[in-house]
């Protein structure tokens, strides 16, 4: 037992020795920590003992909801068995090696691409896009194309938190103070309709202006210097945006017709979370790179994937001996134990459907919240897919007027819903709180957390008209 700090709560030994990801350090000095005891299916405990509903599975990432034995069994058989193997130097292990083969026939059967064949292993959604970054310049290299590096991604995407990952992200708190975008990553339009159409403006017309803007950066940037485009099928962190009409589509052509890459980030899409195993195969997308994490071990285990195409490998391999060693990778990727955890995360999905689940439950969730929130004037559009889903807040529900500067809304809803013992999650770009629950979640747990929320907007109405109308 250390005796660094004696005499201290664990609130006063966080405040005086953690830095928090993604926290406010004032806030955290002024109120200390919530912490978090036990969790089990779509509940996680207080240290208070107050027990909340998870509307937002963590971090978009618990699928299969906390504490299931198959994944605590399949992580602690691993640890005895092969705690540690890397996969440098062709070394390999034998659970992550069968990942891999489950991974490439799910996407053949479950998305009908056939074209992605290798899989590259990480521990999160930010270095499998960090990897994407890399690829990109090194399939080029490799085809002579050496000014073919510009990567472009959209405004209020979210593509995670290293250097890289976090110029691709689109939105500027994450850029701020830590000098980012890096050169060559661009952002173009974000396909928001319901924020972002103009007035009178249909969906189709909404996203024939959407691919011009990205048609016209492409164009002033030179299609002979971008290497790729980076998308989120359904874009989470900015505040689940669905696509418009007929917007990858038009895309893709865009992009087959400049040989430009496809990079898909199914970080929050992928095994599940939009009642279809993966976006891919939902949208008919083709992608060239496939970013994957958070439901891959339902977050028991840190660890991404990335799917790679044919199209890539194939100049990898023909180049292999001339280039010599892929001097690209990690010291867990594939871990044995990450491996194992996910296989037995991909039975449970499987045997529990939890995809056909996700697809039945989310349009429940979708209604559940949109009655809950029709009578209050300052919620003016509630989406989404499968069991992900946003509420997004307004000014006023009439004109869409936006939501004063600093007033936020979702975050005053998000302090109430705690109180009631629910968890929707406050997102970074519009005033939205997202909604996104373990696929587990039965119609009797969605009923309560519903409950629980609509009790929390209804007594933070007060504060929100102070906010919205001053």
Known sequence: MSNFLPNHTLDMIDQATMLHPVSSIEDLHAKGPTLYETAQGVTLRDSNGRDHVDMGAGLWCVNVGYGHDALVEAGTTALKTLSYQHHFGNAAAKDTVRLSERLVQLFHDQAGATHLNRVFYGTSGSDANDTAYKLVRYYNNLRGKTE????ISRIGAYHGLTAAATSLTGIDAYHKMFDLPLPDVLHTSCPHFYRYGKAGETEAEFTDRMVADLESLIQREGPETVGAFIVEPVMGTGGVFLPPLGYFEKVQKLLDQHDILLI???????????GHWFATGAFGLK??????????TSAYFPMSASMISDRIYDVLSAKSA?????MHGFTYSGHPVGSAIALANIDVIEKEGLVAKAAANGPYLLKALQDVTSGCPFVGDVRGMGLMIGVEYVADKRTKAECPAGSAPHKIVSKYAFEEGVLPRALPFLPVNSFSPPLNITRA????GVSRFGRAL???EP??????QA
């Open 148 to 151: 073919k590096k510009k990567i």
């Open 264 to 274: 898909a980030d199914e970080v929050i899409s992928g095994f599940g979370r939009l």
């Open 287 to 296: 992608p060239d790179i496939v970013s994957l994490a958070k439901g891959l």
């Open 322 to 326: 001339e280039t010599g060693v892929f």
């Open 445 to 448: 747990e969605i009923d309560e």
């Open 458 to 460: 209804k007594c933070a």
């Open 463 to 468: 504060e929100l008209s102070k906010a919205l």
